[in-house]
């Protein structure tokens, strides 16, 4: 390129794209619809309830657990996101607390779900810390790992260039290492909403007396099919929902990417 | 900020290799540089210019000997030189996710300049450097020339008493690295800061120093040419014996 000339292949992603649905997507849901009515008029309605009874039942729900269940995934997310910040800068700054520590944040992650809810219904007798300690102690260590792989891939080059400058090692962290980590934050946002998601309803249908998991086993106990399909529906859209949110967050955030 | 004195003492760097031997990379090197002086150091690679350019940054400590600034040691005294040295990379490093305006700012900040202070003296540099079009673009919407442009001007916005450039020039086309020699070479002498540039090109050694340094394989000093009364048949001549120095090296 020549000198003077700035570079007329960049573009700068708008940040309001992240909340537009590509068309492909609509398509391949409404084809997944299509043939899950078609086969509601063949199956029986406790196997495969039609979208009018679902649409119905998703009516009925009681939105105040929708919210409670966002509210624990969102807590226990934040916890663990400082906690495993917290943690993977020590690793970072300090090689032995990476070798002492890496064995166990990798003995956590290969602990099953079902064996933390276990333990800490046996641990724990008020429902929340049960539901909190379940989501921390399984999105903790991928925030762990992911943070500190991303403070590694920090370049060499950027990291000796801020030294020249003779930083505190506050400044170090604060002005390179964090925004220099910040896509991989992203990415593992992303990937902890939907592991939450998900683990939150099974803590919910051991531990708890409110939110959707507790919902869902009402809704089973009573054997009414369309409202598990419905509290399942709003389980997915309120993942698809924020994942859109981190999305755009991430666009507004790492505009700086090619 | 006032030009600051190097002084190198018996300078030596061993380095213990993966099967056990030591592997001298600079082996006992004395010289000064005296304030608002600019050396050019030239050596051809391996010759232990970037182990030297570490220990001078402060990035690595001397196995014997001493590298001192004012004074003081660059590893020892790492707080204490804060502000009074800025480095231009071979490439230009700047941080993807600042603009051109805030990469300028960075030594600033770190110094605990006033936002203010640091937007005006940013500015102020990019306007020189030719950029005050380009305050707020990314490194990515800028050329490699810009870009290393921008590196400039972070270094001399710290107003540093040593300015240091490591390959600053080597990676871009001639015409570009021409203009941007003599943009260095006449802000060096303008702002009076002392001045090391590392280069294995020993044309830009002979455009940008008062002296050339040769260093020889492992680093140690083979030749110190005052540069500033030759003639040009004198520095024709010196040109071809630098030439060979490093060819037998």
Known sequence: MPEGAVAASATVPTPGRAFSLPWETAVSLLVLAAIWEVASLFAPPFAVPGWERIGRAVLGLPLDSVAITLARVMVALVLSFAGGLAVAVAMYSVKPVERFGMPIVKLLMAVPVVCWILFAVLWFRWAEMRIAFVLVVVCAPVFIVDFLDGMKGVSKDLRDMMWSFRPTRAQFFSKLIIPGTLPVMFTSWKINLSLAIRVVTMAELVGATSGVGYGLVVAQEVFSVAEVFAWTLVLVACLFATEALVGYLEKRMLRWRV | ?249
């Open chain 2, 1 to 249: 900020m006032k030009p600051e004195e190097i002084r190198v003492e018996g300078l030596q760097k061993r380095f213990r290799t993966a099967n056990g031997h030591d592997f001298v990379a600079i082996d006992n090197l004395d010289f000064e540089i005296k304030a608002g002086e600019t050396v050019a150091i030239v050596g051809r690679t391996g010759c232990g210019k970037s182990t030297f350019l570490n220990i001078l940054i402060g990035l690595e400590e001397p196995s014997a000997g001493r590298l001192l600034i004012g004074g003081k040691t660059p590893y020892g005294d790492f707080d204490r030189l804060r502000g009074k040295m800025a480095t231009v990379f071979q490439q230009d490093r700047l941080m993807p996710w600042r603009s051109a305006l805030d990469n300028v700012t960075l030594g600033l900040e770190i110094l605990g300049c006033s936002r203010a202070e640091q937007t005006e003296r940013a500015e102020l540099w990019l306007n020189r450097l030719g950029l005050g079009g380009h305050l707020h673009a990314f490194p990515h919407e800028l050329s490699g020339g810009m870009r290393q442009r921008v590196a400039l001007a972070r270094g001399f916005a710290l107003q540093p008493g040593i300015l240091i450039a490591d390959e600053a020039f080597g990676h871009l086309d001639e015409i570009t690295a021409k203009t941007l020699r003599e943009i260095f070479s006449s802000l060096i002498r303008e702002q009076g800061n002392t001045g090391v540039v590392v280069t294995h090109q020993l044309e830009e050694a002979m455009e940008l120093g008062d002296r050339v340094l040769v260093f020889g394989r492992p680093a140690r000093l083979r030749a110190d040419i005052p540069l500033a009364k030759l003639t040009q048949a004198q520095r024709q001549g010196l040109r071809a014996e630098i030439q060979n120095m490093l060819k037998e090296d």
